[in-house]
């Protein structure tokens, strides 16, 4: 019995259900039985035009993956082509009918790097980002739809460094010192600490919901995840038209992916700085186990956000390329950081809800690299090396080269939807 | 001997000086011998027009203010009209022309009620706040332009219950345990509670200031200001083409200024549920003399962002009623609050730093209310007492009448610039 069979969610939106997250947890939420409707802008797909890159992977226009997955499964998924941040009414009309029980919220520019790349990607990301998440919880408010919001966030608000504490889920119980010297115990969001615009859109997110959960009751489930690697889901996986999108670039790829397609292309891992960056993983299976888990288990009506930490394990960044390194055979290229971070940090981090609900992690193995290898391998002839490594900075001082001549603009707003 | 002959900083930009804060910060510190632009779109004229309300004292265009202050100072005060939020190339354009040595931000929508008054107020109130910081921070990163940033912030980014703490200036020092069982101290900034839309804007700020102060190096002092009651400064004083705006509305005037203007033209006091909300007040003119100390004081190169609370004292709303009731002998009215918040509060707030920078407050002093009820009762002819009723409600359930049939909207954003 499947886990949307066991509960009353039945409609879900995705915002952002094109992406490298979002389709899969498309594919896996409708296989689970659930109604589902996608919303996106296909503003990935134009970063890749502005970037001058194209996914490993030959990932197929948004009509054909629909009419393969009717094809595959005999189940319709919804689509809409709208900007969350800047197409109000139409999310306000598409609320009043649809009537989604729960809606993923993954409307949100993902890349790091891409956010620091100029005042232009900066402002980009803060527009769409905050923008995005303004205008659903203000679309909810409107229409007065109660629908439980799954929200995508990252481990990167946390920032990473935790003076030998173990990051909880979200809040963190501190001791304040009062007036009378007496101390007074309070649990508050945890401290922010974003280490690019990007990863400031998403602390500034969390404050929008828990304002809009205040003051009107709106249900949130706030997951912090941490990076994504891997490509196929049980479900991108049954047809060729149904493939995972594969990020390789210096922007939007994650570590690891980027090490195991080094690794199969031939070209040296790109460690930045000592590889001596503590982060957090999940594997892109259990992001979408994590992801109905999350709507399986609403939070109450009048209860705080939830904030759960949806990653599975941690490494450091130059123990990976060691094991990718040992596996393969490729040689480790280090490079200057292009960021401006803690050469070395330590990171401990409780995941016990989403273990608790149900989730059995997909640790990794070095068994499930061979996946992604073989796709790499298999899709080699499509990698343009020269999009590999990092061009983005985070400051003037940390470019590494000269960037190229074209100056490229993220995606432009009078685009018609 | 002015401040500013003591120290370097000469050229100051004030974004938002049209307003009532910024108009009599730009003449205060012409005055006191910088070299004052002013960036304003004229938003809050705009929205006057919106709201079919006007400022009780007869505000004059920007142009004739400028000439009249040329005229009585002998001073000139650059004026360039475009949006912050949005003129992203104007604003590097103008930071690399006048090479500013500090920049007055003021160029925010600041009314919480009108941030709630509907979906587009709050929208509206989301992208022109955000993005006018993070658009003017983006700038000076581009730009190169050292220049140190004053932020008009809010009280109300604290929440006004603090659990008998005294609210500290925007950082708090709080204890956590470790994983080893041990108590580890850190120094956070202070948790933020906002209580509408407006303030939530306020709160994202602070997390885009410390971004950009720590990976840019951004100087900046955030001065969160308390409730400003008042009407002139020594300077709008002078001539009467530079009186300063006071509104009276429901959305747009302050606590304060709404009782003695309802004193004078014989309306009761409007006390919204039951007056025991506890806030902090600050008057106009110790407003433009916070600024000053704090363009005079700039923080060190690395240094993080310097938060100072700029107020001068804290008064439950009911005394205030009672005390401006005892003078006048106004009635008090007692109407439902439209606000989702503690019906009663305490609040303890630390203001050293602009004491210890010089600061001589202007406390509540029932001589002064002469000048605004002076004021008020002069242009009591142009008050449209159908205004002065909150018709902005937080949530549905807090509207206390049937709005309008008309439906009003911000600004366009097309409005051309």
């Known amino acids: 019995m499947s886990i949307a069979s066991r509960n009353s969610a039945r409609r879900i939106l995705i915002l952002g259900g094109d992406g490298f997250c979002g389709w899969p947890t498309a594919l896996h939420l409708s296989d689970a039985g659930y109604d589902v409707t996608i919303v996106d802008n296909l503003s990935r797909r134009m970063i890749d035009v502005e970037l001058e890159v194209e996914s490993l992977t ?19 998924i919804g689509f809409h082509r709208f900007d969350v941040a800047r197409n109000y009414q ?3 009309n598409l609320l009043l009918d649809f009537e989604p029980d729960a809606i993923v919220h993954f409307a949100e520019q993902r890349a790091a790097p891409y956010s620091m790349k100029s005042a232009a ?3 980009y990301t803060v527009d769409n980002n905050v923008g995005a998440t303004h205008s659903l919880l203000a679309a909810l408010v409107e229409s007065g739809i109660d629908a439980h919001v799954v929200h995508l966030g990252t481990m990167g608000v946390y920032g990473y460094g935790s003076a030998g504490m173990k990051i ?14 007496a101390m007074a115990t309070d649990e508050i969001l945890y401290p922010a600490h974003p280490g690019s615009v990007y990863h400031l859109t998403k602390t500034q997110d969390q404050l929008t919901f828990a304002f809009y959960n205040r003051n009107d009751g709106i249900r949130v489930t706030d997951l912090h995840q941490g990076i994504v690697w891997g490509t196929q889901t049980e479900q991108t996986a049954r047809d060729e038209r149904l493939i995972n999108r594969f990020d390789y670039d210096g922007d939007y790829g994650t570590v690891l992916n980027r090490f195991l397609m080094q690794a199969a292309i031939g070209y ?16 892109i299976q259990d992001t979408v186990r994590c992801i109905e888990l999350a709507i399986g288990n609403p939070p109450a009506a009048g209860e705080r ?39 070395e940090n330590d990171l401990h981090v409780a995941n016990d809800t989403l273990i608790q609900l149900g989730l059995r992690p997909t640790t990794l193995d070095t068994g499930l690299f061979t996946e992604v290898t073989d796709i790499a391998a298999r899709f080699a002839h499509r990698a343009d090396t020269r999009r590999i490594v990092c061009r983005s900075a985070w400051r003037a001082d940390r470019r ?18």
């Open 305 to 343: 956000v939830r904030i759960l930490n949806q990653m599975t394990e941690t490494h450091r960044v130059r123990d990976l390329a060691d094991r990718v390194a040992a596996l393969t055979g490729a040689p480790i290229d280090y490079l200057p950081n292009p960021r401006v971070e803690a050469a």
């Open 90 to 92: 139409r999310m306000v």
């Open 268 to 283: 040296p891992l790109t460690v930045h700085g000592t590889g001596g960056q503590t982060r957090a993983f999940i594997h």
């Open 121 to 123: 990607h900066k402002r």
């Open 58 to 76: 030959p990932i197929r226009p948004m009509s054909e993956r629909l009419a393969a997955w009717a094809e595959v499964s005999g189940r319709e």
């Open 400 to 417: 590494t080269e000269p960037t190229t001549t074209v100056t490229t603009a993220p995606p432009a707003a009078s685009t018609p939807v």
């Open 168 to 181: 909880p889920e979200g809040y963190l119980k501190v001791h304040v010192e009062t007036e009378a010297g």
